[in-house]
């Protein structure tokens, strides 16, 4: 698939969807191309199926119709799974992905899987937005779209400061730039600006956080009660690994939340030296070299346990 356009023919019906507790890019790619077909594609039904996204995201053109959920009686003609390396990562349509008569999966992680009937996975680029665009008529790309493309790459590269970010990328942002996104606001209110309950739950991890390895390793932990009482959700805790991993002196940094009783999410992120991803997906994760995640049944101590041994294994000389 070297265009978006090759996929399309004699399809009536479309749905698009990422994967569980979808971030940044997730969301951005998925309401990226379910733009680009409403746009330019008016004969197709498309429908876009995301978890309900947070309230930083609410700038994002239509995300008002993104559907929460896929009943098993769906059955698309067309659907693009986006930015999800698994199908034990799907989200809301996990129940009808068998259902449809063509999949296609556009994505960027090395641990991609390649369970769609057609796969474009580039792991050695910035986002799946930046794969995404590459498939698109540049020309056919709206404010709108752009708006959507710019927010997954700046999530997925953190502002253009991880190693991911290439030159091409920067053209790319350029381009969407010249579109007239409103790039500045897009960045603050996205990701950098956080409610006052989110900075409480930022320091307080920081805080309670300890270094392990021999000062190498960080790790922040929030339990499932912590979350309950700050009443707070996943998707309100992005920032935190990626804070922890700007410590001086640290290889890797690890934060885990409960998902429930005896089972933590965890988020990895490497400075260069460790493979994250290796380590991940020993635990049926994955991701990118330096920035994976896995989910893990066990105590948080058991958790951290684990995950250090997989981590000191690629320290020793």
Do not use: W
Not at 28 to 53: Q, S
Not at 60 to 86: F, H, K, N, Q
Not at 255 to 279: A, C, P, Q, W
Request: proline share 3%; charged share 20%; with cysteine.
């Amino acid at each position: 698939m070297e265009r978006i356009g090759e996929i399309l023919e004699q399809v009536g019906t479309m749905a698009i969807a990422g994967h569980i507790r979808p971030d940044g890019d997730c969301i951005g790619a998925c309401m990226g191309l379910y733009n680009y077909i409403r746009e330019n594609h008016p004969a197709i039904t498309v429908h876009v199926y995301l978890e309900p996204p947070g309230q930083v995201f609410l700038y994002i053109p239509r995300i008002e119709e993104a559907r929460a959920a896929c009943g098993p009686e769906m059955a698309y003609d067309l659907m693009v799974i986006l930015d999800c390396s698994t199908l034990e990562r799907l989200g809301v349509v996990a129940g009808c992905f068998s259902k449809a008569k063509k999949t296609v999966c556009i994505d960027h992680h090395v641990s991609n899987t390649r369970y769609a009937d057609i796969c474009r996975v580039e792991g050695k680029v910035s986002s799946s937005c930046e794969v995404l665009y590459g498939l698109l008529d540049r020309e056919k790309i709206s404010l709108q779209t752009a708006t959507c493309i710019y927010t997954g790459i700046i999530h997925d590269t953190g502002v253009m400061q991880y190693q991911s970010t290439t030159p091409a990328t920067m053209r790319i942002v350029a381009d969407l730039m010249e579109k007239g996104i409103d790039h500045s606001r897009i960045i603050d209110e996205s990701f950098y600006q956080k409610t006052y309950i989110q900075n409480q739950v930022m320091g307080r991890v920081l805080a309670e956080s300890i270094m392990l390895l021999d000062g190498a390793c960080i790790v922040g932990v929030l339990k499932k009660k912590d979350l309950i009482f700050y009443g707070v959700e996943g998707k309100d805790l992005d920032g935190i690994v990626g804070q922890l991993r700007l410590t001086k002196g640290v290889e890797v940094a690890m934060f885990l939340y409960g998902l429930d009783t005896m089972e933590y999410k965890v988020s990895l992120r490497s400075n260069g030296k460790i493979d994250v991803n290796k380590v991940a997906s020993f635990f049926g994760g994955g991701g990118h070299v330096r920035a994976a995640g896995c989910e893990i049944k066990g105590t948080s101590h058991d958790v951290i346990n684990n995950l250090t041994l997989h981590i000191e294994e690629q320290m020793e000389p």
